[in-house]
Nanobody
Framework: VQLQASGGGLVQAGGSLTLSCEAS????????MAWYRQAPGKQRELVAR???????NYADSVNRRFTISRDNAQNTVYLQMNNLKPDDTAVYYC??????????????????WGQGTLVTVSS
């Protein structure tokens, strides 16, 4: 299984970006997908997560500015980021808990990580 994140870049404060992360491989189902971020010198933190029923949770710092969504048919999660602030500058990572097919059997796997995509917000 691989998670491929994309959509990062440089944006001015107040601007918007949309991140995408597609999961591929022998996936039976994805129970939860999430976005984390890690700023320079800081620990990785949860930004938002969404389960396979569409329930969402957000960090207080991004609530009402960011929206997480998913396309179950495409095994893809999105993060729409609006009104970006310099404090949002970080490497953003997607994360998934899923069931994959291994040796013909379903296996629960937790904490698959994508490679990260850099978001830089200038003031």
């Amino acid at each position: 299984v691989q998670l491929q994140a994309s959509g990062g870049g440089l944006v001015q404060a107040g601007g918007s970006l949309t991140l995408s992360c597609e999961a591929s491989g022998s996936i039976i189902t994805i129970t939860q997908m999430a976005w984390y971020r890690q700023a320079p010198g800081k620990q990785r933190e949860l930004v938002a997560r969404i389960n396979n029923k569409g329930s969402t949770n957000y960090a207080d710092s991004v609530n009402r500015r960011f929206t997480i969504s998913r396309d179950n048919a495409q095994n893809t999660v999105y993060l729409q980021m609006n009104n970006l602030k310099p404090d949002d500058t970080a490497v953003y990572y997607c994360n998934a808990d899923l069931v994959e097919l291994k040796a013909g059997k379903p296996v629960w796997e937790f904490d698959y990580w994508g490679q990260g995509t850099l978001v830089t917000v200038s003031s």
